[in-house]
């Protein structure tokens, strides 16, 4: 029976595929849109059965009815910046909605990721058993996730398990190939690397100095390990904040990355551009109770660890593969 793995070349969808290859799993079918990119190399020291380029999958669902044990949906657009919403709601919401449906009428697991950025600017902090309905997301990528949040609850119907992750800041190997979307580590770690320095944004909020924002950052270990977690335990449902519960300054983080590199640490404030300065989160931090509460219990790499472990054994490493 296959796992099929959605978004499964990208960042957090391949090193789950990394998880489940080390857990004993291979017979996985990779959802992705790969095209000219170079999300392939994600790929190369994977063990699965197939690849289905991600505008030809939702055809051919029919083809894998009895055949499917779990689906991973991690694929999305997660750019917070991209302005087409048209391509978001069919992208981020209805393709999810297609999935959602098989898995029902299949009876099979569904984990799909949701996002941290459905929480908007925090007002309304950030508690997983709090009343979704009552948050505002400041850009289209996080009111799409919103979007099924709020249509999952709505549901009569249901797969026979379904989870819902709203991932806070995730960072570690193989996000390579996302861009600008990448964490400001891999940023960091480039731009140390060619100047030995690096620019954090001043702050432009009473009571942060700059660089003081403050995010929860995750590393993708930490997430695949729940997802295994949630694979053993069919009984759980719901929609789990992932995290560490532990907010923690990009000026950590950014100065973590020059010890990680030993490097001296250079750090300067640059402005922040105008159009940002309206939608900038200057705080987020997952409460974890809900998830502690269904019986997990594994620690979380703390910031300095995970660093070190992302810096020194992956991008020293001329940006290993996970």
Not at 36 to 61: M, P
Not at 102 to 111: G, L
């Amino acid at each position: 029976m296959s796992i099929i793995v959605t978004g499964g070349a990208g960042f957090i969808g391949s090193c789950i595929v990394r998880t489940l290859n080390d857990a004993g799993y291979t017979d996985i079918i990779v959802v992705d849109n790969i095209c000219s990119t170079e999300k392939w190399r994600n790929l190369v020291n994977k063990k699965y059965t197939e690849y289905i380029s991600r505008n030809d999958f939702i055809s051919r669902l029919p083809e894998f009815s009895g055949k499917v044990t779990h689906v991973f949906h991690m694929g999305a657009c997660s750019a917070t910046t991209e302005q087409d919403f048209d391509f978001l709601y069919k992208n981020n919401f209805e393709y999810t909605k297609a999935l959602w449906k098989f898995c029902t009428d299949e009876k099979i697991s569904f984990y799909y990721a949701s996002s941290a950025a459905t929480y908007g600017d925090g007002e309304q902090g950030f508690d997983d058993k709090s009343d979704i309905k009552a948050l505002r997301p400041l850009n289209g990528y996080g009111y799409s996730k919103q979007l099924f949040d709020l249509w999952v609850e709505k549901q009569t119907s249901a797969p026979a398990q379904h989870c819902g992750f709203k991932f806070f800041n995730v960072y570690g190997p193989n996000e390579y190939f996302k861009g600008s979307m990448a964490s400001v580590i891999f940023h960091s770690f480039n731009k140390i690397t060619e100047t030995g320095e690096m620019g954090l944004f001043k702050s432009y909020k009473e009571g942060y100095e700059d660089g003081q924002q403050l995010r929860d950052f995750v590393y993708v270990k930490d997430l695949c390990k729940v997802m295994l977690f949630m694979m053993d335990h069919p009984d759980i449902n719901g929609l789990f904040n992932i995290g560490t519960g532990k907010a923690r300054s990009f000026y950590d983080l950014c100065s973590n990355t020059f010890i990680s590199m030993n490097v001296p640490i250079n750090i300067k404030f640059v402005e922040m551009p105008e159009k940002l300065r309206a939608k900038y989160q200057y705080f987020t931090e997952a409460n974890m109770e809900k998830l502690r509460s269904v019986g997990y219990t594994e620690p979380f790499y703390t910031l300095e660890d995970g660093v070190k472990d992302y810096v020194q054994n992956y991008l020293m490493k001329d940006y290993a593969i996970y």
